[in-house]
């Protein structure tokens, strides 16, 4: 069936680069995404990448798709401790229903001063 | 400003009773969602709603009730058959053109 696998936790220094990396399993995606949740909130979207892009950059944020792999990553430029947030992978479900996303567990971004 | 609108924030409940979490939503968007997360796990989705009058059950729909009487409102009851209901709520609604998930602030859930 589909899955989205995150690993739960990752740790930087202010000023260094974060790595947050993704699996999944659905080939037929046609977009994935990358939420941002602060304490208490709701999520937000940070960006979402095409399935036919190799990768996409936003000021400090890269997002690099491999879909040979089914590998999605997301890299943040000159970490903030105000970026110390949840991270969430998602994917568009085969089934196509495109706003019935398959949520990864999350990663827990924290930033070190 | 558009968005949604998620209330309580936190809802303090005794076993056996029921609870209803409201979302309303500014955006005009056709489709509603709930998702519930639980520390550690990723969202996963209780009802959805693609138009007025009409929902679906999504992976953990048991415990649940929803409606979807106005475009713009999409309450979820956590009913006292809902064994473990402690958790976190998300609304969200998209368009369906992108897939893009626009949530609220999320209601916490505390049975005591």
């Known amino acids: 069936g589909e899955d989205v696998e995150q690993s739960l936790f990752l740790s930087v220094r202010e000023g260094d680069s974060s790595v947050i990396n993704c699996t999944y399993t659905d080939s037929s995606s046609t977009y994935l995404y990358w939420y941002k949740q602060e304490p208490g909130a709701g999520l937000q979207l940070l960006t979402y990448?095409?399935?036919?892009?190799d990768m996409k950059q936003d000021q400090r944020l890269t997002v690099l798709l491999n879909k040979k792999d089914k590998h999605l990553s997301l890299r943040i430029a000159d970490t903030q401790t105000g970026d110390s947030a949840i991270y969430f992978c998602?994917?568009?479900?085969?089934?196509?229903?495109?706003?019935?996303?398959?949520f990864g567990q999350g990663t827990t971004l924290q930033v070190k001063p | 400003d558009g968005g949604i609108t998620q209330s309580p924030k936190y809802l303090f409940r005794k076993e056996g009773q029921n609870v209803t979490l409201s979302c309303e939503q500014n955006?005009?968007?056709?489709?509603m969602y709930w998702y519930r997360q639980d520390p550690g796990q990723g969202l996963r989705l209780i009802y959805y709603?693609?138009?007025?009058?009409?929902?679906q059950k999504g992976d953990i729909a048991e415990g649940y009730s929803v409606s979807r009487e106005k475009k713009e409102s999409f309450p979820l009851t956590v009913t006292s058959a809902q064994k473990n209901p402690t958790a976190f709520y998300l609304c969200a609604s998209s368009t369906q053109y992108t897939g893009e998930l626009f949530f609220g602030e999320g209601s916490r859930l505390t049975v005591l």
């Open positions: 990448i095409f399935s036919n892009m």
């Open positions: 955006l005009n968007h056709d489709a």
């Open positions: 998602a994917e568009t479900p085969s089934s196509g229903n495109t706003g019935k996303l398959i």
């Open positions: 709603s693609q138009i007025v009058n009409d929902f």
